[in-house]
């Protein structure tokens, strides 16, 4: 089955997953800022696993800042200098994707893709 076409949104988070940049966008009419760590596709539409760090508000455990996120309700998404942040809970299996496409961790063109920037 082909997946439909990737929303303008992807390219952005992939970039940002690849380099470990966050990203600020806007979601369901808020702002956030997010550290994407997986990309892939859920009931053929595409979605990605981030690790919130803003805006302020937030849970103060890190771990419970987790969201998964439909890329085609993404706005205005663009990638920042801010810190890269993430949680010790991180894992691609537990993420609502069912076709995972690429995460932090996983391989890449036959390499251990790490996140880092080279």
């Avoid at 771990?63 to 810190?83: C, G």
Wanted: net charge neutral.
């Amino acid at each position: 089955m082909a997946r439909p076409e990737r929303p303008p949104a992807w390219a952005v988070l992939e970039q940002a997953l690849l380099e470990r940049r966050p990203v600020r966008a806007r979601y369901h009419g808020t702002d956030r800022v997010l550290c994407p760590h997986a990309l892939g596709w859920k009931n053929a539409r595409p979605k990605v696993l981030s690790y919130q760090a803003g805006p302020a508000g937030l849970p103060a455990e890190p771990r419970q800042r987790w969201r998964s996120m439909f890329v085609d309700e993404i706005e205005d998404p663009v990638i920042t200098d801010a810190r890269w942040e993430t949680a010790d809970n991180y894992s691609p299996a537990t993420n609502g994707i069912d076709d995972l496409e690429i995460s932090v961790g996983m391989y890449v063109g036959g390499s251990l893709h790490t996140g880092n920037p080279t």
